[in-house]
Every structure is written in C-alpha cells, then in structure tokens.
Nanobody, 123 residues
Framework: QVQLVESGGGLVQPGGSLRLSCAAS????????IGWFRQAPGKGREGVSC????????YYSDSVKGRFTISRDNAKNMVYLRMNSLNSEDTAVYYC????????????????WGKGTLVTVSS
C-alpha cells in the first residue's frame, strides 16, 4: 500500500495562486493513478483532478478546468496541483488519493487517502 501526505495549503487572496503537493511513500508512485479531491464547508467531497498511472492522461472537473493543473514526478514520488485564479468557492480541504486503477471513474472515490490540507481563499 501507499501512504500519502498533502502539503502547501494556506491562506491566499482571491485571484492568487497556490501549489499543493502530495508526497507518496511505501510504494513507487508509478503503480498508482492519483486524484485530487476537495471538501468545502458543509458540502460533500468533490473530485477535482486525476492523473492516470497508465498513460499520464489528466482529468479535471468543470469548475477547475483551465485554472488548475495536475502533474506528477514519479522519480520524486510526488504529485502536484497548481491552482491559479483562486476564488472563494475554492476554499476547501484538499485531499490527494491513490488507486491501482485508472481515472475513468475517479470521482466515485479512490482507495488510499491523505489527511488533507486546508486552502482558504479570502481577502
């Protein structure tokens, strides 16, 4: 199995940018597809993005498409989520997650989860 630890969250002004990181350990990262999810206050979990283990294909929710970019560096066992043009609706706890399968149905959930990092977008 793989362990995941998110970092990079914090307070950012509207229109600002932030990069989240997900560090994997216990298993080589290239065995896994990696997804980013978020949960805003009072709302359910939302799938944000995913990068496939098979061919590196990327997926984005409509709400972040064009603003967020997911990437991976398997040599470093790291996955990143670059977030641009942030607004208050992006405020949430962000989680990275891993699965041995692909990203086709990643929004339904994944197997392994980090504990999350809080992103707050506010003036």
């Amino acid at each position: 199995q793989v362990q995941l630890v998110e970092s990079g969250g914090g307070l950012v002004q509207p229109g600002g940018s932030l990069r989240l990181s997900c560090a994997a350990s216990g298993s080589t990262l290239d065995y896994y597809s990696i997804g980013w999810f978020r949960q805003a206050p009072g709302k359910g979990r939302e799938g944000v993005s995913c990068i496939s283990r098979h061919d590196g294909s990327t997926y984005y929710s409509d709400s972040v498409k064009g603003r967020f970019t997911i990437s991976r560096d398997n040599a470093k066992n790291m996955v990143y989520l670059r977030m641009n043009s942030l607004n208050s609706e992006d405020t949430a706890v962000y989680y990275c997650a891993a699965d041995h399968w692909g990203c086709l149905d990643y929004t339904d959930g994944m197997t392994y989860w980090g504990k999350g990092t809080l992103v707050t977008v506010s003036s």
